[in-house]
């Protein structure tokens, strides 16, 4: 019923940038939140940066200062834009959406397929 598309990965030096995409589609009421994730072997997934409908924003420790994430107009779409990027960031980032849905009472999430991202000179 809802499909997020995720674009942006690839190889990338350290101290370079990247912009990761994600677009969600489908049967949306609204979107409260939406948001990237990323998830190294063995590690759990963790949160990178959060974004709201009304545009607050929350970043990991890790990544303040370095990633910023954005929202388009229409609300079902986010952008992570990754600078000064470091090995430790790499990582499958994952696209993630609360989606409030014809018929459903609160928010049921949806998940990105995963865009593989890797820092390395």
């Known amino acids: 019923q809802v499909q997020l598309a995720e674009s942006g990965g690839g190889l990338v030096q350290p101290g370079g940038s990247l912009r990761l995409s994600c677009a969600a589609s489908?049967?949306?009421?609204?979107?409260?939140?939406m948001g990237w994730y990323r998830q190294a072997p063995g590690k759990q997934r963790e949160l990178v940066a959060g974004?709201?409908?009304?545009?607050?924003?929350n970043y990991a420790d890790s990544v303040k200062g370095r990633f910023t994430i954005s929202r388009g107009n229409a609300k079902n779409t986010t952008w992570l834009q990754m600078d000064s990027v470091k090995p430790e960031d790499t990582a499958v980032y994952y696209c993630?959406?609360?989606?409030?849905?014809?018929?459903?009472?609160?928010?049921?999430?949806?998940w990105g397929q995963g865009t593989q991202v890797t820092v390395s000179s």
């Open positions: 993630n959406a609360a989606v409030v849905g014809r018929g459903v009472l609160g928010t049921l999430p949806y």
């Open positions: 489908g049967s949306i009421l609204s979107i409260v939140t």
């Open positions: 974004i709201t409908s009304s545009g607050s924003t």
